[in-house]
């Protein structure tokens, strides 16, 4: 597996838990655990910016990168 698919499998991972945590929030009637899962979603969301900047630095470093997302993507429509 190479480095784009693997930055890209855990950005849509992240992206997936985040909202799972949201949702997990707004469905809970416990204040307690609305809260907990506030935060996690929150720290989801920080890990999802640090990654999301890391594929940036990557795409800068190395343009071939990008090119193989972009086939990569076309591979799945």
Do not use: W
Not at 6 to 22: C, D, E, G, L
Not at 25 to 48: S, V
């Amino acid at each position: 597996m190479t480095v784009a698919t693997q930055m890209s499998k855990a950005i849509a991972t992240v992206q997936s838990t985040a909202a799972t945590m949201k949702t997990f929030a707004l469905e809970t009637q416990d204040q307690q655990a609305k809260q907990t899962f506030q935060q996690l979603a929150k720290t989801f969301e920080d890990a999802l910016l640090q990654l999301q900047g890391r594929q940036q630095y990557i795409e800068g470093q190395e343009p071939q990168y990008k090119q193989q997302q972009v086939n990569n993507y076309h591979l799945y429509i």
